[in-house]
């Protein structure tokens, strides 16, 4: 049902598995263990169906982001419940019967947890992450609640079959500023070498706390917050049928940061 693959080659300390869906299923839930469906290769070569629902992923984590079926919208898992940010920026909630192509969330714990009083620009917010990070080979969710102003955010458009790669969804891409906002920026940060399988580098959505506004973060700014990170030391990822998990880092990270950066 599962089995060990590539496991120290790719991230030293970091335990990947793949899984088929049920086994996903079936998975074990605990705490520093990252779950994914799907993966960035996949995404980009256009296969945007979906396999496991939200259902699954929120069954394995209470905090993640992703995308759904058709890439219908940037996928915020916050405290449990699923929340999507379409191309125009309306945020709603998600059933768990959707499908989603490529999701990663964990059960979060504040392992780390760092007070900000005074304002930093998204180069400081990803500075101060960096400095609370263990080691570059972890993969670490993130968890930014605070006042931000200056919200860079963008989402896709839904896709119908036969879908384009996601280089060419991109580029029609919409793209929004909001002036401030009370949320949490949610995310993961993994290490260079996931390249084939996540997006190397931090990856953050944002959810305002009244759910009007979220989307994949561009650039944002924190007048204050509470920084809060969680370590995983296990990486578990679903994989549809028929796809393979590519080899890791083969994938180049200035092809993925130019549709995820
Ligand atoms: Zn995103």
Do not use: N
Request: net charge negative; proline share 5%.
């Amino acid at each position: 049902m599962a089995r060990d693959i590539i496991d120290d080659r790719l991230i030293g300390s970091l335990h990947l598995r793949s899984l088929t869906h049920q086994g996903l299923e079936h998975d074990p839930v605990r705490e520093h263990l990252a779950v994914q469906a799907g993966t960035i290769d996949a995404l980009l070569a256009g296969h945007y169906a979906g396999d496991a629902t939200i259902g699954d992923v929120l069954r394995m984590g209470d905090l993640g982001i992703g995308t759904v079926q058709r890439l219908a919208g940037e996928l915020v898992i916050l405290d449990g419940a699923a929340w999507l940010a379409a191309a125009d920026g309306k945020v709603t909630s998600v059933s768990d019967d959707t499908l989603t192509p490529f999701a990663v969330a964990c059960r979060f714990t504040p392992d780390i947890i760092r007070e900000q009083d005074s304002a930093l620009d998204y180069a400081g917010i990803l500075a101060t992450l960096e400095s609370m990070a263990p080691a570059p080979d972890t993969v670490v969710g993130i968890r930014l609640a605070g006042r931000f102003r200056d919200l860079h955010l963008r989402s896709v458009r839904e896709q119908a079959p036969p879908f384009l790669p996601l280089t060419q969804v991109v580029a029609h891409q919409t793209e929004w500023t909001a002036e401030s906002a009370v949320g949490t920026l949610v995310g993961f940060r993994f290490p260079d070498g996931a390249s084939g399988v996540e997006v190397p580098g931090y990856h953050l959505h944002f959810l305002s706390e009244d759910h009007t506004v979220g989307g994949h973060v561009l650039s944002a700014e924190l007048t204050k917050g509470t920084f809060a990170m969680t370590v995983c030391d296990e990486l578990h990822i679903e994989l549809p049928a028929g796809l393979a998990l590519g080899t890791p880092g083969a994938t180049a990270r200035a092809t993925i940061a130019a549709v995820e950066g």
